[in-house]
Nanobody, 123 residues
Framework: FQLQESGGDSAQTGGSLRLSCAPN???????MGWFRQAPGMEREAVAS???????TYADSVKGRFTTPQDNAKNTVYLEMNSLGPEDTAMYYC???????????????????WGQGTQVTVSS
């Protein structure tokens, strides 16, 4: 089970990027999460979407980021707007089946992780 991420790039402050994440060759209903980690910083939750489409966002990205899903393509996106230098990080998508202890912004809720994609925002 692998997660295929794409979309990391460089952007200017105020710009937008869209990350994509899809289970590679596996179709199912998963909770999907987005996390990020900047150099020297701890991993930070960004957003998640559960098996019924309920989304949760970290306070730092509310109103700027969304995580829509395309069920036909079995893909989840992280649409990032109004980017700032503070958004610079390696972004990871994560997935798991819905468990009873699911916490939408807690990394231990997700068993499967992508390789990460770099987002760099310059001022």
């Amino acid at each position: 089970f692998q997660l295929q991420e794409s979309g990391g790039d460089s952007a200017q402050t105020g710009g937008s990027l869209r990350l994509s994440c899809a289970p590679n060759g596996y179709y199912g209903v998963f909770c999907m999460g987005w996390f990020r980690q900047a150099p020297g910083m701890e991993r930070e939750a960004v957003a998640s979407i559960d098996t019924v489409g309920t989304t949760t966002y970290a306070d730092s990205v509310k109103g700027r980021f969304t995580t829509p899903q395309d069920n036909a393509k079995n893909t989840v996106y992280l649409e990032m707007n109004s980017l700032g230098p503070e958004d610079t990080a390696m972004y990871y998508c994560a997935a798991d089946l819905l468990r009873s202890d699911y916490d939408p912004l807690y990394f231990e809720s997700f068993q499967y992780w992508g390789q990460g994609t770099q987002v760099t925002v310059s001022s």
